[in-house]
């Protein structure tokens, strides 16, 4: 019984981290925390699919760039004049 208790808490604490993570790598920090707290596995697959909001894809080459980058580092074509149009 009390093994059962450890391992849920463990299971449980496992997803909450992995929600703060990815909040945290989408520059959603506080959503990340609440979700996982909230919601424990929910929450951090909601996290998962969850709009990134501190990277953009860049129009040339499609990979994922800092949504503040003037230059791709993928291709070097500038992307610092999308931010006018979005
Ligand atoms: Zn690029």
Redesign the pocket.
């Known amino acids: 019984m009390e093994f059962n208790i450890i391992f849920w808490f463990c299971f449980y604490l496992l997803f909450f981290v992995l929600s703060v993570y990815l909040g945290k790598k989408k520059g959603n920090l506080i959503a990340g925390i609440l979700l996982g707290y909230v919601l424990g596995p929910i929450g951090a697959l909601l996290m998962y699919f969850s709009k990134d909001r501190r990277h953009v894809t ?1 129009p ?2 499609q ?1 994922l ?1 800092e949504k503040n980058a003037y230059i ?1 580092p ?2 070097r ?1 500038k992307v610092g004049i999308k931010v006018l149009h979005s």
């Open positions: 860049c040339s080459c990979q760039i791709c993928h291709c074509s």
